[in-house]
Structures are given as C-alpha cells and as structure tokens.
C-alpha cells in the first residue's frame, strides 16, 4: 500500500474512468466502440453521450440487434488494470476499502497491506434475467457454513455476495430485464438509486461503483409490460438499437461475424444480406419477434459448409460456395423466423420464394453495364443454339468452366470480362469462375430470359424458346 501510494496513484470511479477513455479516443480519432457495425450515426453517438454524463443505460431492441455485442465493448472503455485487496470478493480499492474484512485488514496493516492487480477484462459481470432468479443470486444471501464456524448473525463477513457486489468497481450486465420477476426488480432499486445493498435486513451499506447496463425488448419495456415504473426512471438513458440500416452494413457485419472455412464470394454475401432483409419486411414474418443477425450469419456459415462438402466428395482443391446452394440452405433456416400464424403450412416456401428474390436484386445490381453484358447476351445465344447446362450440389467447377470458356469451339465470349465485374476483388480461379457463371444463369432465369427444369434431382438450364421461329 505504501509503495502504491507513493507511486501517485489517485483513485478514479467506473464511470470517471470511462469518460476520461472515451474523450481520449474520440479526441484522436479511434473508434469509442470497435467491433460495433451499423451504429455509427445511430446508436453509438447516444452511448457516448450517456458515458459522458456518467449514466447507467437500458438498450432496448429486438433480438440479434447486437445488444449484448456492444455492452460487452464497453469493457474497453475501462482502465486496463486496477489495484485491489487480494482476495477481496467486492474488489476493494486498497485506498479506501468498503468491506468490514478489508477495513480490519486495513486498519491493521497500514502501509504493508497487499495490494493486487485485476484486468479489465476480469471487471465485467452478466446475468441472463430468468423467472428463476433470486435475490441472493444478484445481491447477496447469509452464508450458513460462516453461521456455523460459530460467527454470529450480526456479522457482515456471514453474507455470500451476490454477483452484482462482485461486480463492483467494474460494468454489470442484466440481459432481457423485464424478465426478472418484480421482487427482484425492487431488489435493484437501491444499486441503481443509493448505489448500495441490503442483505436479509443487515446493517450494511455497501457504496458500489459501479456502471449498470441492461438490455429489454421494448415491447415487455413499458408500463404495461413486465418492468416496474420505480426500475425505469433508475436508468438515466434508453437507447434503441435497431438493424443494419443498409446493404453495405449488413455485409459489413456478415464479414465481421461469419466464421467460414470455404471461400464465399462477395455476391453471394450480397444476397445473403438482401436475403436477411427481405425476410425481416416481409409481412409474413411476425414483426414484434424481429430476425436476428443471428439468420444472417447462419446462412452465410451454411454455405461455407455446403462448398466444403462438395470440395471433400469430388475431390475439388478449392471449396467455393455458390448460388445453387442456397436452395437446400435455405429449408435450415425455418427455426430462426418466427411466421405470422396465417403463414403456416407455408413457411418453406415464402422463405425460399425471398431468396430468389434476393438473388434477382443482387443479379441487377450487380449485372448492370456493359462488361457484362457481351457475356450474358452470348449465354443467352448459347442456350438458344440448343446447349444445355446440368448443375446440382456436386457438379465440378471443370465441367462448368469447360462448357462455357475456351477449348471446345463452344465458347461464350466475355467470361473474363464477367468474372472480374462480379468479383474484383478475388483471385480468379475456376471454382470462382464457375460460382459467377451458375449466378449468371440463374439470374437469366429469374428475368425469364432463360429456362431451368428439375431433372432428377438436378437443375438443367435450357433456352426459353419454344422451337418456333420468333422472327
């Protein structure tokens, strides 16, 4: 203790801490919260307003909005280590400690008492908010082992702590708030308001430092809901959250997020991102539930795993996804939306009916100009001079690059040219070339320009004339 103190160390709370961070950050620049996609405009300048003033915060949003995300980066904003007494189960500061044991130890020791050191990434506690939850789980109980090594009931060092006492000096976390039932509710008053606990009735003050962070659905989050008017007015901000707002965004994150093995070109994870966001407007899709990036990321992991099966079973060196994937993806995906109840019997089909939706959007977006144009226009002719072209989960990259590029005198001019307008970024090769040309066809097919039949259990794309002479 004397050596810290000569040291200069000068005690800071939580929220001093994180304000002086933050300023720093944002004085050079840097992210206030990194890791964070889609709240650059929105959500993170509130969150820096409330950590300025110095404001517990309720973020209130659907699922799979990044809630937890973003109060997990709030530990960045903490100093990275912290002197405590060792063994202290409140995290004392040694300057001026709380507890009835670290007052002794510290009346005792004086100058020679022990000081330890706790990382940032120790200072953050978490409590999924169940129906089940106890007030000795959050605040504390009386421990009946101390009772019976002969201590007496009046003694504070009888009480177990509960996590939020053990969370002090650092952030806690209560996800989904109103479901916690309203007696614990109440329990949390006196954390929020008086910033101490009371435990069974004791004498006992416990002044926390603590920055107290909690998530809610806004439709439970209300009067009428399942929160306590008391609780609310407590936290000094509400913040909404809400999902990527654009396309760019919900790729951004799908990049971030997305543990993938295989290689997923970048049109396909525009479609997956369009695919996500048709799905969350439909109005088939019961809106109160929301979709949760969850689905995005889920589908975009899929078919990484798809191209990694049909690299294993043919033998290709490149594992690379493509849009004929998604088909049998897309079925896996029906326990991550919730359906209005009139859409039953029906949800395979509406999810599968966005995907091709999705893939038509990406199609025009991506296809539009002319360097493609010369090899969609020629595809067009190649399918209309009577050549077919059979695709199913595990036809090779060769015999798709074979059938349409140089070598056999049935060539489509402008591959190149295609390939590099959908994928500028990525290295050619033919697993790629063959992922740009079935997305080229299957867009052909969806602006009915071409046909695609089912042919035991493989997709044939074929020309859309009839055999009569159109002229």
């Known amino acids: 203790m004397g050596a810290l103190r000569a040291s200069g160390y000068r005690p800071a709370t939580v929220k001093q801490q994180m304000r002086t961070n933050l300023q720093a950050r944002l004085r050079a620049g840097e992210p206030s919260l990194p890791g964070i996609v889609g709240f650059d405009t929105t959500v993170t300048p509130q969150v820096e307003r409330a950590i300025l003033a110095g404001h517990d915060i309720v973020l209130l949003g659907e699922r799979g909005q990044g809630k937890t995300r973003l109060i997990r980066s709030l530990v960045s904003l903490l100093d990275e280590w912290q002197p405590v007494i060792p063994d202290c189960p409140i995290n004392d500061d040694p300057t001026g400690p709380i507890c009835a044991r670290c007052q002794r130890l510290a009346a005792e020791l004086g100058d020679d008492l022990p000081v330890g ?48 006492p053990r969370t002090n000096r650092g952030i806690f976390a209560i996800n989904e708030l109103p479901d916690l039932a309203e007696r614990i509710q109440v ?131 490149e594992p690379v996804a493509r849009i004929g994937d998604l088909a049998d993806i897309v079925p896996t995906l029906l326990g991550k939306v919730e359906f209005d109840v009139s859409e039953e019997g029906e949800e395979e089909a509406t999810l599968a009916l966005l995907a091709r939706r999705a893939t038509a959007e990406t199609w025009r977006s991506r296809l539009r100009g002319s360097r493609p144009a010369t090899f969609l226009t020629g595809l067009v002719a190649w399918f209309d001079a009577g050549r077919t072209l059979d695709l199913d989960d595990l036809t090779p990259a060769s015999t798709i690059v074979t059938a349409v590029g140089p070598g056999d005198g049935e060539a489509v001019p ?58």
């Open 187 to 317: 329990a949390l008053l006196n954390v929020l308001e008086e910033r101490d606990v009371q435990v069974r009735g004791y004498t006992l003050r416990l002044p926390l430092d603590l920055l107290v962070v909690a998530s809610a659905n806004p439709e439970d989050y209300t009067n009428r809901g399942r929160i306590i008017t008391p609780l609310k007015d407590r936290f000094g901000v509400e913040i909404r959250t809400h999902y990527p707002l654009t396309v760019a965004e919900e790729m951004a994150l799908l990049a971030q997020e997305a543990r993938i093995e295989a290689v997923v070109p970048d049109h396909l994870r525009e479609v997956v991102a369009r695919f996500t966001r048709l799905v969350r407007e439909s109005p088939a899709v019961d809106q109160r539930s929301g979709v949760s990036a969850r689905f995005a990321i889920a589908c975009m992991e899929q078919l990484s795993g798809a191209a990694l099966r049909r690299a294993a079973l043919i033998g290709d060196r």
């Open 414 to 471: 402008g591959l190149g040219a295609l390939v590099g307008h959908l994928e500028p970024e990525m290295a050619s090769s033919a697993g790629l070339v063959a992922a740009c040309v079935e997305f080229a066809a299957e867009g052909l097919w969806l602006a009915r320009r071409i046909n695609k039949e089912e042919v035991g259990g493989t997709m044939r794309f074929v020309t859309a004339r009839t055999g009569q002479d159109e002229s």
């Open 117 to 164: 050191w706790r990382h940032r990434g120790d200072r953050y506690g978490e409590k999924l908010a169940t129906p089940d939850t106890a007030v000795g789980d959050l605040i504390g109980d009386v421990d009946p082992v101390r009772i019976a090594e002969g201590r007496s009931l009046g003694d504070p060092e009888t009480i177990h702590y509960g996590l939020v």
